[in-house]
């Protein structure tokens, strides 16, 4: 299981300290991914599980169409909006 696909299983818990732990994981071992975290992070200290979801289906979106990209997180995190 990749790490989007945590935080979305995650979020259909409404698992708030899960996530955060989850984010603050991905902060730690992917310092690269900062921006992305920030992002969900922001989005879960509003508790705005709706935007957060969405988020992170547009990311599932995007790594399908990136997933012959080079970079190990090229399935796990994509570029642009959700990491890099």
């Not at 732990?21 to 991905?26: G, P, Q, R, Y």
């Not at 991914?33 to 969405?54: E, G, P, T």
């Not at 979106?61 to 190990?72: D, F, G, I, Q, Y």
Request: one cysteine or more.
């Amino acid at each position: 299981m990749n790490h989007v696909e945590e935080l979305i299983g995650l979020g259909q818990l409404g698992y708030i300290r899960a996530i955060q732990l989850k984010l603050d994981e991905i902060g730690t071992d992917h310092p690269e991914h900062a921006d992305f975290v920030s992002q969900m992070r922001s989005l879960i200290d509003r508790f705005d599980l709706d935007q957060y979801m969405a988020t992170l289906k547009t990311c599932t979106r995007m790594t399908t169409e990136t997933k012959s990209a080079t970079s190990p997180w090229s399935s796990t995190i994509p570029r642009k909006r959700c990491g890099s």
